[in-house]
């Protein structure tokens, strides 16, 4: 099994990215999936979810701000992030777990750097 990010990037408060996560040797289509960030020096933080219905949820610091999305005929998962905030820096990883604790638990990516700044 295997899950690529890409997308992170450099980017001005207030700006766009988008970020994929490519899903290999996984039942895509009925697993749900997680994105996940961390700061040096701190505990991984659940960021979002969307299940295998569609549904979704998503951590109050990037409500409204955030939104994941798939397609499972690419067995792709995304995370669009407008109006980024400095404190939104951090590695974003994706899984197909949970993250209890700040720690991670099932199958997860190598992670991608997002870093907002001016």
């Known amino acids: 099994v295997q899950l690529v990010e890409s997308g992170g990037d450099l980017v001005q408060p207030g700006g766009s990215l988008r970020l994929s996560c490519a899903a290999s040797?996984?039942?895509?289509?009925?697993?749900?999936w997680t994105w996940a960030r961390q700061v040096p020096g701190k505990g991984l933080e659940w960021v979002c979810s969307?299940?295998?219905?569609?549904?979704?949820s998503y951590a109050d610091t990037v409500k409204g701000r955030f939104t994941i999305s798939r397609d499972n005929a690419k067995n792709t998962v995304y995370l669009q992030m407008n109006s980024l905030k400095p404190e939104d820096t951090a590695v974003y990883y994706c899984?197909?777990?949970?993250?209890?604790?700040?720690?991670?638990?099932?199958?997860w990516g190598q992670g991608t750097q997002v870093t907002v700044s001016s």
């Open positions: 899984g197909d777990g949970e993250v209890v604790g700040g720690t991670a638990f099932g199958s």
């Open positions: 040797g996984f039942t895509f289509s009925s697993s749900s």
């Open positions: 969307i299940y295998n219905d569609g549904s979704t």
